[in-house]
Structures are given as C-alpha cells and as structure tokens.
C-alpha cells in the first residue's frame, strides 16, 4: 500500500522532469520571451521582422543542462541515494518515451544574447533529426509546420516556437530571425560546463551595454524608493541608509562585474554531490581590488583543521583596503538598524537600553579596529563522542585587552541580579594568554541541558595581546591551551582563505547518547554503512579577481536524510495518516 501511494504520486512528477530535461529548452525560450498571439496551426503566417539581431550582443548567458543519459544516470544515482529508487526509473522510462530523435550523450543548451537591449532566447538541443523529436511532442504541441527554407514552427499555448536544423544540432527560438545567431557547433560556448555539470550557468554582464545595466540599477532603486515610502513604523531614515549602502554595493556588482559561474554536478565516482561558484571582476576595478586584496596568510587557529573533528570552521586572509572600507559601511548601516530596534524593545527601561547599546558600539569598534589591520584569522572546532562534546573558538582581535574589558564591564552591569552566571576574571596566564572563567548553574529540570554540560556550565574564556579564545564544554579547558600552544606552529600559507567541514554522524551519535531518537537512530545505522560519515565541506579560495566557492554533499548525508524521510513515513503509517 505504501510503494503504491509513493509511485501515484512519483510517476506525473518524474514525468514532469523528463519533459523538462528534453524539452527544457523550449521551456526557457518561453520563459524569457514575450508572449505573440496564438495561431491556428493550418493559418499560421510567420511575422517579417528585418533586421532583428542587426543589434546583437554575444550571449551574455548560457545555461547548459547534461546530457540526457547523465541526468537519467545521475537522478538514478540520487533517488537510491535517498531510498527513493522508483522516482529514478520513472524518470528513466520517460526519458526514454519523450528522447527520440535527442542525441543522449551530448548537453542541452540555451543561450541568451541581447537584441535591442532585450534578452533573446536561443535553445540547443543535440539532435540530427528533430523532426522526430518533434513528431514525439505533437501530444503537447500540436503537428509542427515546416517553411519554405525548411525552418519548422510550433506553438505552444500562446507562444510560437521557431525550429531549425543545424548540423548535429537544432536551434529553437521565439523570432525567426534569432536562429541566424545560433552556432553551429556551440560546443566552445559549453567549455567547461556541459556535461561537466548536470546544470550550469555563466553570465557575462560586461557583454550588457552600459545604458542597459543602468537602466536595471534605476529600476532597482525605484523599488527601493517604493519599498521605503511603504514602510511603517521604525526609522525611516536609518531604513534608508541601509537600503542606500545595499544598494551602492548592488550598483558596484552590475557595473563591474565580469563573469559569474554556477555550476552543480553529481559525481557518481565520488559519491557526492558538488557545486562551484565562481565570480570574477573586471580588470582595474574597485570590485577587483577588493577581492583582489584577499590571499591566504599564515594562522594561529590552523590546528583546528583536524580529520577527527565532528565539524570545524577556519579562514585566515589578508584583507584589502576597499573590503575594510565596504565592511565599515555595511557595519554602521547594521549598527543603525540594531539601534532603532532596541528603541523598539518595551521589556527594556531606557537604563537598560543605553548599556546595551554602549555594549554593542564598543564591541563593533573593536571588531572594525581588527578588520582595519587589514587580516582575518579565526578558527572554531567541535570535538564529540558518545560521551561528550567540547568545543572551541579563537580569533585575531586588534586588542585582546579591550576584549577583556568589555567582558568585565558587562560582568559588573549584572553582578547584583541573583540569576547571573559568575565571573572569574584574571585566574591565570597561559603561555602568554590570560584565562577567565564565566560558570552558571544548569536548573534541575533542563535534563537535556545538564547531561550536556553537567551541574553547572562553564565557560573559559582566553585574551591575548591579539586574540581571543572561547572553549565550551566538559575538558574544554584543555582543548583550548592545546589551540593555544599551537599559534606559532603555522609558517605558511598553502591553504584555501576560507574552509568548513561537518562530520553527521559523530554529533548524531552524541545526540543519541544524549536522548536517544527512532529518526537519529535510523540515521545513524545508515551512516555506518555509508562510505562516509555525512560529509559537507565548503571551500572558498581565491582567482584573479575574484573567488570561487566549492560546496560538496557526500553520499551518507544523503542517505541519512533518506533514512530520516523513511522513519517519518513509518511512523506516519503506524499512526494511520497513510
């Protein structure tokens, strides 16, 4: 009974998919292109439209979708993945229905070239015969008409279609005249996308006239205006700062941004699923100096980097003289907008609004002081077992000093309220670092809370000249002189600016031994059988001018989440919701 619910509703939406995946092509065209009247398919009299690309650009975006045997390949692979297998060969079997004519190992494109200033349209679909394929669709468009010069046409609902073989290829467009755009052989057009990615974009704003990406800016900041004249209640000028310094930062990306890349494959090889992001800006700009300036440099929280670790975060990066700038002024629009809000807050007494706010200034003029130096350098790592967690944080500071005042001012702000933690400050000096101690006492009926922490929750905190440290956790004292000792053992450089790693299955396993859970468990049983533990990592490095972004999603993750998905079905089935 449960396969078949699943299958009723799997089979219109893999149908679905695999019309999208042959015909997405036509799908985008009609997306992208203004809707022209609807004709009877035997009265059909194309429209004259010289000189219609007399005013193209180059395609200032390709998109590219993997070949229909990848994509079968690669939904088959995923659907398993995630204990949904009959969503995979649905999707094979109409592939297989609606593919007749598609060559199944070549991409699927769909470039858009500016005509007039308009975006315009143009789809790929690799194919020798397209009159098959067409043949193919008639049940949803209608018998194609072919012109004169061999060109075929079909409408779709109120939208017109214009078909044209080309070699090993077919170009499908909304003007007839669009098609004398179409390469060939667009295969130096899909470099390094096609079947490289399961689905891929590349936009090159530079190839959009200037009056053109002026424009979009102006429309923009119209709805800005509109936005802001809507606006009730609040700070209507601080609203508008904010919009104004999210809007100078928006106009800096249109106009000197060169290329964007997005890119999402799944790697059967690997047993992951990877996306890439790349972006580039233009050569001389203050967009290239700004991400120009970031380079990796040498860390004092390198150690967290640890193979053993259930999930640990690092960046360490010089940063340039126009990113401190941004950062300043997206800062103080912040600063803005937290200030308006706790004029807003009626559980505070103005008393209480003031230290607050003193609090949150100081501590942002002391975190723009740190990016001022012009570096970055923080690391944070989660240790567990079945037993216990521990965790710990450090990060470059301009003032360690400064860091350590704050904290006791704000200690001495609530030294008489009864429910306060208690704060040790100045305990002891480790290898250059002052310790302090913030405890709490955990209440008896947190059960959760105290089989975590204990009794009482600790809090060591760790202040250098320039640095702080926070470790969290039973033993996380120790953990946080090792961190400590290892400042000086990074020399070098050779690392990404920026890398996150997170490990499911040793917090799972935690969180288990903590309250043990149907869903957790079922988890947990599938990520010991999987190739990894759950993994998702993210690095980000750096190009020229610009970045790039790697995120990858390894097959435990995926099949925990599947196993996951299973109980909740089961235990909808046992309560009779099935």
């Known amino acids: 009974m449960h396969n078949g619910f699943r299958n009723l509703h799997l089979k219109p939406v893999a149908g679905r998919l695999t019309r999208v995946a042959v015909a997405c092509t036509m799908a985008l065209s009609l997306a992208l292109a203004p809707c ?7 009265k059909f009299q194309p429209k004259a439209s010289p000189g219609a690309t007399a005013n193209a650009t ?39 229905m ?3 004519g598609i060559n199944l190992d070549q991409p699927i494109g769909v470039l858009v070239p500016l005509v007039d200033g308009a975006p315009q349209p143009i789809a790929l679909l690799p194919t020798n015969d397209i009159k098959a394929t067409l043949k193919r669709l008639e049940a949803q468009t209608g018998p194609a008409d072919q012109l004169d010069d061999g060109t075929f046409v079909i409408s779709v609902g109120a939208n017109t279609i214009f078909i044209r073989q080309m070699d090993s290829w077919a170009a499908l467009a909304p003007q007839k005249d669009l098609l004398d755009l179409a390469p060939a052989d667009p295969s130096s057009l899909f470099d390094g996308m096609g079947n490289k990615y399961d689905l891929a974009f590349r936009i090159k704003l530079q190839q959009v006239p200037a009056e053109t990406r002026n424009m979009l800016v102006a429309q923009i900041r119209q709805g800005f205006e509109q936005a802001m004249q809507k606006q009730a209640g609040g700070n209507p000028d601080q609203a508008r700062d904010v919009a104004e310094t999210s809007m100078k930062q928006l106009e800096q990306f249109i106009n000197e941004t060169d290329e964007l890349n997005f890119g999402l494959n799944i790697d059967q090889a690997n047993k ?6 790349a972006f580039v800006a233009v050569d001389g700009t203050k967009l290239a100096s700004l991400y120009g300036g970031a380079k990796p440099i040498p860390s004092a929280f390198a150690s967290v980097i640890r193979e053993d670790a259930a999930a640990y975060y690092h960046a360490a990066t010089s940063i340039s003289p126009e990113a401190i700038d941004q950062t300043r002024a997206s800062m103080q629009s912040s600063l803005g907008t937290l200030a308006s809000a706790l004029e807003n807050e009626d559980d505070l007494n103005p008393a209480q609004r003031a230290d607050i706010k003193e609090m949150i200034d100081r501590i942002a003029e002391l975190a723009m002081d740190s990016i001022a130096e012009g570096r970055a350098d923080v690391g944070a790592l989660l240790l567990t077992d079945t037993e216990k967690f521990q965790f710990v944080f450090g990060s470059f500071v301009s003032d360690g000093s400064e860091a350590a005042q704050i904290a006791k001012d704000i200690a001495a702000k609530v030294e008489d309220d009864a429910s306060a933690p208690r704060f040790e400050f100045d305990r002891s000096v480790y290898n250059g670092v002052t310790m302090h101690l913030i405890e709490a006492d955990v209440p008896e009926s947190e059960d959760e809370a105290r089989r975590v922490f204990g009794d009482t929750l600790q809090v060591h905190i760790g202040t250098g000249e320039k640095s702080v440290y926070v470790a969290i956790g039973p033993d996380s004292e120790n953990l946080l002189k090792g961190l400590i000792d290892s ?10 600016i920026g890398q996150l790693k997170f490990r499911l299955l040793p917090i799972l396993e935690y969180a288990n031994a903590v309250e043990a859970n149907d869903a957790i468990s079922a988890m947990i049983a599938e990520l010991s059988r999987s190739a990894d533990p759950g993994l998702l990592t993210v ?3 750096v190009i020229h001018n610009g970045q790039e972004t790697k995120i990858t999603v390894g097959e435990g993750l995926l099949k925990a989440i599947g196993a996951a998905i299973q109980q909740a079905q089961q235990a909808q089935m046992q309560q009779g919701q099935f």
């Open 487 to 496: 400042k000086d053992a990074d020399k070098g450089a050779d690392r990404p």
């Open 58 to 96: 180059e395609p200032v975006l390709v998109v590219t979708l993997g070949s229909i045997n990848k994509l079968m390949q690669d939904i088959n692979y995923v659907t398993a993945a995630v204990g949904q297998p009959n969503a995979g060969m649905t999707f094979g079997m109409f592939a297989g």
């Open 98 to 100: 609606f593919a007749q």
């Open 36 to 42: 022209q009247e609807s004709l009877a398919q035997e």
């Open 539 to 541: 690095v980000q490095d």
């Open 272 to 277: 992951e699923i990877v996306a890439d992001t």
